[in-house]
């Protein structure tokens, strides 16, 4: 639940006149007696939330504040005004439900998802796969049917390995959505697999088969395994072998540097470290 920012006399002219040139305020006039305005406040900040590097939500006490309220000529409560460089911009009087007040702020801000998206997008187009995958399943978490979101969070997702959750994705689009990104995408999917299936992880894995407890094996199919995005059983792979020796060859040093290498939000990545934390201490 986000909260409110009272506005003042104090503050008044810094948020409504000079931080509204930067980003849109909501301002909410209120009276702490009223049913209608207690209700219009769990409604507001239960939205807002999602807005809040776009729009600042703000709240006028029309009892301390009467000033305020009178300079913006307000008759009735609730009342909500969107407030952008000193002057209402849109607003509504009395209780309306959370899909009117969704509409509104849609005509006027960008869809809370945008700005995630952007910012997972350079990352990624950077190679930089550890801070462009939370940011896009923030994304993908506020609007999943966003297209934008269905091919960014496909896109990491392929990166990382997480083949079968990427395949789901694209599955779900429909076919008169499928533009060059899902080509793309399936192209990536395509030579993930076919890595999967390369003569040198196919001799590695007949050699472990024959040779069981060969850690030395283990560890070279674990490293191939991770260069095909296969992060799962490369880490299996190595922590089996760091279990029964710590200190076996590079087996330590690779584990930690797949762990670090995965991206928050990553379910191995914390599970890992838990699994290692334990072997260590």
Known sequence: MNTATAITLDNFQ????EDSKETFILVQFWVPESQACTEMTQLLAGITGKYNDVMMYTQVNCNEQQQIASQFGIKSLPTVMLVKDGQPVDGFAGMVDETQVEDMLAKHLPRPEEALLINAQEKLNAGDIQGAYPLAQQAYAINPQNLDCQY????????LGQIVAAKAILENIALADQDNRYSVLQGKIELAEQAAESPELKALQAQLELEPE???VKVELAVALHAAHQNEPALELLYAVVQQ????????????DMINALPDGEPLKSSYRRKVYSLMY
Not at 246 to 255: E, I, P, T, V
């Open 14 to 17: 810094q948020i409504l006149l």
């Open 152 to 159: 960014l969070l496909a896109d990491c997702q392929i990166d």
């Open 214 to 216: 060969n850690q030395q």
């Open 245 to 256: 020796d710590m200190s076996f060859g590079d087996a330590k040093k690779h584990l930690l």
